[in-house]
């Protein structure tokens, strides 16, 4: 089978290996469609994985080809979608249902071989039923979709609140939706990327704010005519970062998601406001809550069944294995202007 293969950073490669083998509780699946993380960017790039010469890839969909010896509620045929997190099951955080904090779990594509691959082996426990009526693609999209429910989880939003999503890549559109959902007043999305604040407005969002453009706390002011109540950022700029915090009123909450690997300066009054306002600063890691892999994954399956939760308009590209080494180092030069790119093998 082809698989896309990472040797190291920066060095990524097709090649035919055996098919995987299941093992008893395993099921092999055939890959119908894979997603290009955020994470998957730095990871293939710069960084490099946990093993050398490991498949990347690790949002996906696909259908059940063959099942181990073990395996008896799932059959040759299924549709599914698989949550990238192997937790320990052990560990203190697993036992409280925290899986997202396991001290020593395994993943697919960067820890264990990933779904840029015809074929992947899954353990049964990490497998979710794709209904019939949600495409392999969208269910490839369930894991932004299931970071974004952890995030705004973590926010505490209540109805009628306001919240400011700054940054709209896939997991910031999810964001904005399951705000509407979960019953938000005004959702303001901000970016630099004007096609993808054109996106945000296809997808519900009440206000966008063009930060190329305009200073978001005047806007956000002006538009609300106070301020929010929460702010995530998805972006991991640490500029932005610190631009959340001023955002917010109150005993504002403000949710840090997306990874910087930067340090974070925050100017005097920043820090005073953190203190007179007294803000509640949270981190967001990953999507799994118990029963493993938990309702973040359940809420987002069901949601795009229902048409709740859109997620087409946020795929840009679609590409086949072959161009995978392609396809990165178009995003490394910075020519491809993307949000979710989405590989079919
Ligand atoms: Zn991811
Ligand atoms: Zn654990």
């Known amino acids: 089978m082809k698989a896309v293969k990472l040797y190291k950073a920066g060095d990524l490669r097709v090649e035919d290996v055996p098919i995987p083998e299941p093992l008893n509780n395993e099921v092999l699946v055939r890959v119908k469609a894979v997603g290009v993380c955020g994470s998957d960017i730095p990871r293939i790039l710069y960084i490099g994985a946990h093993k050398e010469r490991i498949t990347v890839g690790h949002e996906f969909a696909g259908e059940i080809v063959s099942v181990g010896k073990d395996i008896k509620d799932w059959r040759v045929g299924d549709r599914v979608v698989v949550p990238p997190l192997i937790p320990c099951y052990q560990c203190n955080s697993c036992l409280r249902g925290e899986y997202s904090l396991c001290s020593d779990y395994d993943y697919f594509g960067s820890r264990r071989d990933g779904a840029m691959a015809e074929y992947v082996t899954v353990p049964e426990a990490n497998l979710l039923r794709l209904p019939e009526n949600v495409s392999y693609e969208v269910g490839a999209m369930t894991d932004p979709a299931a970071n974004a429910w952890h995030a705004l989880w973590r926010s505490k939003l209540e109805?009628?609140?306001?919240?400011?999503?700054?940054?709209?890549?896939?997991?910031?559109?999810?964001?904005?939706?399951?705000?509407?959902?979960?019953?938000?007043?005004?959702?303001?999305?901000?970016?630099?990327?004007?096609?993808k604040l054109q996106t945000a407005k296809q997808l519900g969002v009440d206000h966008v704010i063009n930060t190329a453009k305009t200073s978001v706390v005047e806007t956000t002011m002006e538009i609300l005519g106070k301020e929010p109540e929460v702010a995530i950022d998805f972006t991991g700029v640490p500029s932005v970062q610190a631009e959340a915090i001023a955002t917010v009123g109150r005993h504002g909450r403000v949710v840090f998601l997306g990874i910087s690997h930067k340090g974070l300066n925050l100017l005097e009054e920043q820090v005073d406001k953190i203190l007179r306002y007294e803000l509640t600063i949270t981190g967001s890691w990953n999507s799994f809550s118990q029963p493993f892999p938990g309702r973040e994954w359940i809420k987002s399956i069901e949601l795009f069944a229902a048409g709740k939760l859109i997620a087409e308009p946020?795929?840009?590209?679609?590409?086949?294995?072959?161009?995978?080494?392609?396809?990165?180092?178009?995003?490394k030069e910075g020519s491809i202007e993307h949000n979710k790119i989405m590989f079919l093998p």
């Open 159 to 195: 109805p009628g609140e306001d919240m400011v999503v700054f940054g709209v890549g896939p997991i910031g559109m999810f964001a904005l939706q399951a705000a509407k959902l979960e019953g938000a007043r005004n959702v303001i999305a901000v970016d630099i990327v004007a096609g």
């Open 314 to 331: 946020i795929i840009t590209h679609r590409f086949c294995l072959d161009e995978a080494p392609e396809v990165f180092r178009r995003i």
